[in-house]
């Protein structure tokens, strides 16, 4: 793999061509209706983001019951008024453990990608500077990058115990190579610049420089980068959960929901019906996200305007 | 270029022992003592010290990871807590599943994916552009076990098509073997299909638009020609990275699908493991797939070389 | 002709022309091989150092024992050809039939057996009742060997010939000379089935193959008694964790026999024409909460009380079976329910109306300070992992703090065994079930024992002299009478003592494909008697 591959690569995703210029003047729109208008993959992913975190965030407040209380006799019970998204095999309402789950499904979503940025960006500042020791992190980052997540994530949670903190840290320590890459990259091709030539040769100080010059840089491709880490990381904590090896049976996660219904999708398919769209759907979202910012940050898109 | 291979092959070592040391100290700060498992319940202290200095427990972090660099060098993987079997003989056992899935979902991904992006690329902003574009973007979203369940449900259970579970050698011959792959790589590759087509497409378009193709156009060359002769081996450097790239995703949904359709390869092996905290076959496992994608990786880098000349390090 | 077919036609043919080789042979051997799908993964093959059911199970078409109960748990010769007691009851002269062979061709010997109850009276309950008044166990010659004891114990023929685990199976002198704590490594047997070492997967498949060298008994097949014929050249143990994956294979036919199909998807096989249901074992099953007495909070009679006072059966039932009443009872007794001698004294406090407000109160009066209670909870045994959630939240309704360890069966097997502090990789309570053919009375019921922490007692180690003192007066009962007496006076204690709390009676069912026949009902899946049709 080539250093100056876009790390966006890595991930799947290149920057996109210049369109060729056969389009009629779009006439501008203002306001709310004009963002949406021109960047409709990130106002789509945005609201559908914006739902989850209501039903998350709300979830206490939206017609739901105790997500734990156990009533077997109410067993796998089809959709309906009493439980809206059915009951599973113990009595528990479904809708409302989808709700409290979409609670730990985004914490651990955005906690990873917030943490394996933080810890990324760090790493990649200091691999990009410092001459010295930009050889030995990068092979360090290479060598845990080697192991597939989804592997790294099992063998870090065979060390511990279950519970969501943990979850958060394998799946960090998993994710945040990719990160300390990218920054490294972007680190490292900024220091050619001019600017930066001058700024150094001017006797800039170098925490200065990393501030002013190196981490505005750093934004747009990072942020873009954590949105995708994010959806990465609900849909690692899912497949954790669902082999049992995620967060524990106790707290309702979307994977576990799934992980307990899996038994009986063959006559009560809803129980992984129900938490698998909500999943997809906000991943989906993030996703769109992802893909909204990288199209609104990319500089030959913007140059356009 | 000779020169180029061997410093590229040599560059592996220190990632593989990067990722031993890793490994290795999973082991290490595993909780549990393996002297008490094997001892026994009903063994006194005594029993379990001397058990531990015969396993050479006591002695320093830094003299076990060598003693077991060069047992694990020497293809001894240790041996499975829980079942007392040779770790790489159960790797042995469930090897051949695994890597017919991974290589069946591979080629199918290929197969499908890259035509799928050149034709999105080739109608750029069209119906047929949006669609696949929407479809791979929602290929990412929805988990592995889900789109397995569905497959299986649709076309196992209800129109009987293919069979639900299970896995056929492919001694007991070639279509037996095929059919119960069918589902599972269909299931494993939805990801790996979007993530290649998306990038197909994305490079396909760049490619598109360069000086040179627009001299082939002037030349008079037909489109298809354009398209495979000149895009598509341009073209096929970041494809050809994201398929490595990608070896890493269908190594951890071959650990899902396995399960969802009760395949006896190495995923099941691992979610095994993992339930019963068995170290030693864990470890053996993540430094079997480690060796593969770093594997898969060098032998990317090395047929960039082939592709694109111009890429020199 | 069904689209399955069609496809591998055409699939088959494209094969031919691929292979040059034509898909028939895979099913002509369809008809001589069983594939069946045990209730759990078979990850160690010891049946004396391993006592879990799916092991015993598996060993039973390996090895053979002395004895072997019908279906009116009477125990009748199986190796033996017969015995001879002295008019004192303290001398047993057995003497082995003909025709016995280990699967290395070695001729089964007197040495052999008694090497095999050496090694297994040191694990099993009676055995070690056996050990303790015994004098002399020696081989007189080739097929005979005699038995010397200070006190007549007349379960003998039973304690040779339960089901009840670990079961006295006869291995080769220098396999049974394994040191009775560490497990045996190689599988030699004198059943109808020699063990294909080479294809086993632990947590995927396990194999048998049919040994040419069986000479079966001539009385007709009865549960563990009479003749053993295998009309399979090889048996298939496909492990499937998933029940829902089972399901559907059984339904396409992948399979031919599923142990322990879960009741929830039991009303979509019945509607299936090709798959018969039935229920598997008219005896059932007792769930079992199993407490740790050896440290807190369970060391405290009143916590105990404080649970058993709040535990709903029915909830704990409902979760397993399902809400269809007729699998299910509520139970006060450590006992199978049904038998002649059957007793539920004190079990009021476990069926009666529940008290989550009295279990607090007495949380409180028992100084309960929040240690949490480590429940072990197997997650790859649908019921198991079913009371386990049930667990989680009475515990939580009553105020006790949960540690709640979810793991796989292999490993609540080793872990319970363990008597350190839960802390240090002990335990506080596990769940498990007992076949109601274990627990009918004390024989072969280790579970109902309190000896404490030096025995006999199960995991948990339940200490009460009222227990022991009524399970002695069993063994010594003369009439059925003084057996239900006895089996009273325990059932009392036990409740009072809460020495291990049932959580149920069940019944399961097994399912099978409808062209094996020859499927019959008991404690465990019997080999002998099915054949594909």
């Known amino acids: 793999m080539n250093d100056q591959t876009p790390h966006a ?71 309906s008024a009493e439980f809206w998204f059915g009951s599973d095999a113990y009595g528990r309402d479904i809708y ?124 747009a491709p990072l942020s873009v980068q954590a949105t995708y880490i994010c959806g990465s990381a609900m849909i690692i904590e899912s497949i954790l959960s669902f082999i049992g090896a995620g967060t524990p049976p106790i707290i309702p996660s979307w994977g576990n929901i799934m992980a307990d219904g899996r038994t009986l999708w063959q006559v009560k398919p809803y129980i992984i019906f129900f938490p698998a769209v909500f999943l997809s759907l906000t991943v989906l979202a993030v996703n769109l996200l992802g893909d909204g910012l990288r199209d609104a940050l990319d500089p030959r898109m913007v140059k356009r305007q | 270029m000779l020169g180029y291979i061997v410093r590229r092959v040599l560059a592996t070592i220190p990632v593989m022992a990067i990722v031993a040391l890793f490994v290795f100290s999973l082991l290490y700060i595993a909780p549990g003592d393996p002297a008490v498992v094997i001892a026994g319940d009903q063994a006194s202290l005594e029993d379990i010290e001397r058990i ?82 929407a479809f791979a973007v929602a290929g990412f979203s929805v988990p592995v076990f889900v789109v397995g369940y569905l497959l299986a449900y649709v076309f196992a259970l209800e129109l009987d098509w293919l069979p639900v579970q299970g896995y056929t050698p492919i001694s007991r011959g070639l279509w ?78 071959a650990v899902v699908t396995e399960s969802v359709f009760a395949i006896p390869g190495l995923g099941r092996l691992t979610i095994d493991a993992i339930v019963r905290r068995d170290y030693p076959v864990i470890q053996g496992i993540v430094l079997m797939f480690s060796f593969i994608y770093v594997l898969v990786n060098l032998v990317v880098d090395l047929i960039y070389t082939v592709l694109d000349p111009r890429i020199r390090y | 002709m069904d689209r399955r077919t069609v496809i591998k036609g055409i699939g088959a043919a494209g094969a031919l022309a691929a292979t040059g080789r034509l898909s028939a042979p895979a099913i002509a051997q369809g008809a001589k091989v069983l594939k069946f799908v045990p209730q759990a993964n078979l990850a160690n093959f010891d049946p004396v150092w391993g006592t879990q059911y799916v092991v015993r199970n598996a060993s039973q078409l390996v090895w053979e024992t ?153 009385e007709p097949a009865n549960w563990w008694s009479g003749g053993r014929v295998v009309n399979f050249d090889r048996i298939e143990w496909v492990i499937m964790p998933d029940p829902a994956t089972a399901s559907a294979a059984l339904q396409s036919g992948e399979i031919d026999w599923w142990e322990t199909p879960l009741t929830d998807l039991v009303p979509v096989l019945k509607r299936n024409r090709n798959i018969k249901v039935e229920i598997a074992d008219p005896l059932g099953n007792i769930g079992s909460f199993r407490l740790n007495h050896l440290h807190p909070p369970f060391n405290n009679v009143k ?136 627990a009918a009375n004390p024989a072969g019921h280790i579970a109902c024992r309190a000896g404490g922490e030096k025995g006999p007692a199960w995991f948990g180690w339940p200490d009460d002299p009222n227990v022991e003192k009524g399970v002695a007066e069993w063994f010594d009962a003369k009439s059925p009478e003084e057996e239900k007496a006895a089996m009273t006076a325990v059932n009392k204690a036990s409740m009072e003592s809460v020495t291990w709390l049932p959580t149920g009676f069940y019944k399961s069912f097994q399912a099978w494909r409808s062209n094996l026949q020859g499927i019959s009902d008991g404690p465990l899946p019997w080999f002998w008697g099915p054949k594909k049709v």
Not at chain 2, 244 to 250: E, T
Not at chain 3, 105 to 116: F, K, L
Not at chain 3, 156 to 178: D, H, N, S
Request: with cysteine; aromatic share 8%; glycine share 10%.
């Open chain 1, 96 to 219: 409302s453990r989808v709700l409290y789950g979409a609670r730990v499904s985004l914490l651990v979503g955005f906690s990873v990608a917030i943490l394996a940025s933080l810890s990324g960006l760090a790493i990649g500042l200091v691999s990009g500077y410092v001459r010295r020791l930009d050889g030995i992190v990068m092979r360090a980052m290479d060598g845990v990058m080697s192991i597939p997540p989804i592997l790294l994530a099992i063998a870090l949670m065979a060390l511990t115990r279950a519970s969501v903190e943990n979850v958060i840290m394998a799946i960090t320590i998993a994710e945040f190579p990719r990160v300390a890459r990218l920054v490294r990259g972007v680190v490292l091709s900024l220091r050619e610049q001019p600017f930066v030539e001058a700024a150094i040769a001017s006797g800039t100080s170098t925490p200065r420089i990393i501030l002013a010059h190196i981490l505005p840089n750093t934004v």
């Open chain 2, 176 to 253: 037996p073997w095929l059919e119960n792959l069918i589902l599972p790589a269909i299931a494993l590759g939805f990801v790996y299909i979007a993530l290649i087509a998306r990038i197909t497409r994305a490079t396909m378009l760049e490619v598109l638009s360069q000086d040179y193709i627009r001299t082939a156009r002037a030349k008079g060359l037909g489109e298809n020609a354009i398209l495979f002769l000149h895009a598509l081996k341009n073209a096929a450097v970041p494809i050809v990275t994201v398929i490595g790239i990608g070896v890493a995703l269908l190594i951890g949904g």
């Open chain 3, 66 to 218: 002395l004895y072997g109960l019908n279906n009116k748990l009477e125990p009748q010769r199986q190796m033996a050809a017969g015995e001879e007691v002295s008019s004192d009851g303290l001398t047993w002269t057995f003497k082995l039939r003909d025709g016995l062979k280990f699967h290395d061709g070695e001729p089964v010997r007197a040495n052999d057996v008694v090497a095999s109850i050496g090694r297994w009276s040191n694990r099993d309950a009676m055995g070690l009742m056996l050990k303790a008044i015994q004098k002399e166990l020696v081989a007189v010659d080739d097929k005979t060997f005699k038995w010397v004891l200070a006190k007549p114990y007349p379960k003998m023929l039973y304690a040779l010939g339960k089901v009840g685990t670990p079961c006295c199976f006869i291995m080769p002198e220098r396999i049974a000379k394994t040191d009775p704590f560490k497990q045996i490594e190689e599988y030699i047997g004198s059943g109808p089935m020699k063990f294909a070492r080479a294809d086993w997967k632990p947590g995927a498949l396990a194999a048998f193959e049919k040994s040419n060298d069986y000479v079966p008994r001539s």
């Open chain 2, 52 to 133: 531990r200095q015969g396993l050479g427990l006591d002695r320093p972090f830094v003299v076990r990871f060598a003693e077991w660099s060069l047992q694990v060098a020497r293809g001894d993987l240790g041996k499975s807590m829980f079942t007392g079997l040779p770790v790489t003989e159960l790797i042995a056992q469930r090897l051949e599943p695994t890597l017919s899935l991974m290589v069946v979902t591979l080629l199918l991904a290929i197969v499908v994916a890259v035509p799928i992006g050149v034709v999105a690329a080739w109608r750029a902003g069209g119906w047929l552009d949006r669609g696949f574009m």
């Open chain 1, 9 to 79: 690569l890595q991930a799947g995703f290149a920057i996109a061509p210049e369109l060729p210029d056969i389009l009629p003047p779009v006439r501008e729109r203002r306001g709310i209706r004009g963002f949406m208008w021109r960047h409709p993959t990130l106002s789509i992913g945005l609201v559908l983001l914006g739902l989850m975190l209501i039903a998350a965030i709300f979830a206490p407040w939206l017609g739901t019951v105790d997500p734990t209380a156990l009533a077997p006799v109410k067993r796998t019970r089809e959709p």
């Open chain 3, 303 to 438: 916590v105990r009380r404080a649970v058993q006072m709040a535990l709903s059966q029915e909830d704990y039932m409902r979760a397993v079976v399902g809400s269809d009443t007729a699998l299910w009872s509520t139970l006060g007794s450590v006992f199978t329910p049904g038998t002649a001698t059957f007793s539920d004294a004190g079990g009021e406090v476990l069926t009666g109306p529940r008290s989550v407000d009295g279990a607090k109160k007495l949380l409180a009066e028992a100084g309960y300070s929040g240690q949490p209670v480590t429940c072990l909870v197997a997650q790859d045994q649908a019921p198991l992992k079913a009371m386990g959630e049930v667990t989680a939240d009475l515990l939580k309704k009553i105020g006790m703090t949960v540690d709640f360890v979810a793991t796989d069966w292999g490993t609540v097997g080793q872990r319970r065994a363990s008597k350190n502090p839960p802390g240090q990789g002990g335990w506080g309570m596990f769940h498990t079930w007992h076949a109601g053919a274990d």
